[in-house]
């Protein structure tokens, strides 16, 4: 038994509720619109994937969900979104999914869940959460004319599933209804409600949309990572001793002693990406007596550094260095020392001060040099 399932999204609204000048399905929440998120969630699950987009949105709406979806023109009502999407589901599809592109955030467990509900043999499946307000019904003079029981009301979302013929014949009524499963209960079809979940909300005002955000906000800062890194050298009384620093060579300025080439810069800027990384530190990677790092560049323990880090499973999103000492002076080859630094790290984005510390310690007393470093880093997307 072939059990595929497509994914019709309806997302041919213009959100007049948000108030945002374009559709709702193009507004963005965490650096991806809501049409995007909605399509990445379902796409593990789907075999077909087709979007209603709104008149005039089509090519746009491609340029951003790729050729794995079809887009295609929505309807005047969200009805008539469906039914036009429904015309292009393969028949090799056994069920149906319909999703609104408002309910971004819904999980790809949730769609499991309600598929899996179908494979066992429901016609259809929607999912819904308890309700805490007291729902009652009006008149036209706002009378109340019913109250229902809250033990017996679910508040109803989606993705709701269908066995595509259901679906299909439900849609050939004239109805206008805000989900399809009121379509098929019509036609006397037993539709199973299973538990929602929070993260389906529909994003319908700005409030809604806040919610959402909050919502992505733990699972991004669970996925940042921060480190911090110090060095220190002092200044060699080998009056050959080259000076590096930055990744950079500085003629005529007075080299820092240390195993390596001394760069305090590079060095602490390490430290940093392998504490954020957590995957030790600079001596736990290098071997303060290790041979084969003795006269390593600066720009060479980044780049392995950097190697590692990326192993590691994160991205860089940016690193802070500031220089500590009396020399040399670093504003005129600022933008220097960061293209080095950047290269070395696969152009990730880098920013370097400097400052003195007004005659105090060690570096105000010309002895040596030294460096702190942060780095933040993202995990990357596996
Ligand atoms: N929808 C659609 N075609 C329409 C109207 C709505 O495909 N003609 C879609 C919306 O894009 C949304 C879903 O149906 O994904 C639920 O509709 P709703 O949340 O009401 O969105 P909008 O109609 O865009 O918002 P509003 O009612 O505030 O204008
Ligand atoms: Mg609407």
Redesign the pocket.
């Known amino acids: 038994m072939s059990d595929l399932v497509a994914v019709i999204?309806?997302?041919?609204?213009?959100?007049?509720?948000?108030g945002a000048r374009i559709?709702?399905?193009l507004v963005q929440i965490a650096g991806k619109t809501?049409i995007e998120h909605a399509v990445a969630n379902m796409a593990p699950i789907a075999n077909q994937i087709i979007v209603?987009a709104?008149a005039a949105y089509e090519e746009q709406f491609r340029k951003l969900l790729g050729t794995d979806v079809l887009v295609v023109t929505?309807?005047?009502?969200?009805t008539?979104?469906?039914k036009k999407a429904l015309a292009y589901v393969d028949k090799e599809n056994d069920y149906i999914l319909v999703h609104?592109?408002?309910?971004a955030l819904a999980s790809t467990e949730l769609a499991m869940r309600v598929i899996d509900s179908l494979r066992a043999g429901e016609k259809a499946v929607i999912p819904g959460l308890a309700v805490t307000d007291t729902i009652k019904r009006i008149d036209k003079d706002n009378y109340v004319t019913r109250t229902f029981p809250r033990s017996q009301l679910r508040a109803i979302q989606t993705p709701q599933g269908f066995r595509r013929k259901i679906l299909i014949r439900a849609h050939d009524s004239r109805d206008d209804v805000?989900d399809d499963a009121g379509l098929v209960e019509d036609r006397g079809v037993d539709v199973k409600v299973i538990l929602g979940e929070e993260r389906a909300l529909?994003?319908?005002t700005m409030q809604d949309l806040e919610t959402a955000q909050r919502i992505l906000l733990p699972e991004v800062n669970n996925q940042i990572r921060v480190g911090i890194g110090t060095d220190a050298h002092a200044f060699s009384n080998d009056p050959l001793r080259e000076m590096w620093l930055g990744g950079l060579f500085w003629p005529g300025e007075n080299g820092a002693d240390g195993h390596s080439d001394g760069d305090v810069a590079a060095h602490a800027i390490c430290d940093a990406l392998f504490i954020a990384a957590g995957i030790g530190d600079l001596g736990s990677n290098f071997g303060i007596s290790d041979l084969a790092y003795a006269g390593a560049s600066g720009s060479q323990l980044l780049s392995e550094c950097f190697q590692k880090v990326t192993a590691a499973g994160y991205l860089i999103n940016n690193v802070s260095v500031q220089i500590v000492g009396n020399r040399p002076k670093i504003a005129p080859r600022r933008a220097e020392i960061i293209t080095a630094l950047s290269k070395s790290l696969g152009g990730a984005t880098v920013s370097v001060s400097a400052t003195t510390t007004d005659g105090l310690g060690f570096t105000g007393a010309g002895l040596g040099i030294s460096a702190i470093a942060t780095a933040l880093l993202l995990r990357s997307a596996r």
């Open positions: 999204i309806p997302a041919g609204g213009s959100g007049e509720r948000l559709p709702k399905a809501l209603a709104p929505g309807g005047l009502t969200r008539l979104s469906v609104d592109a408002a309910r805000t529909k994003i319908t």
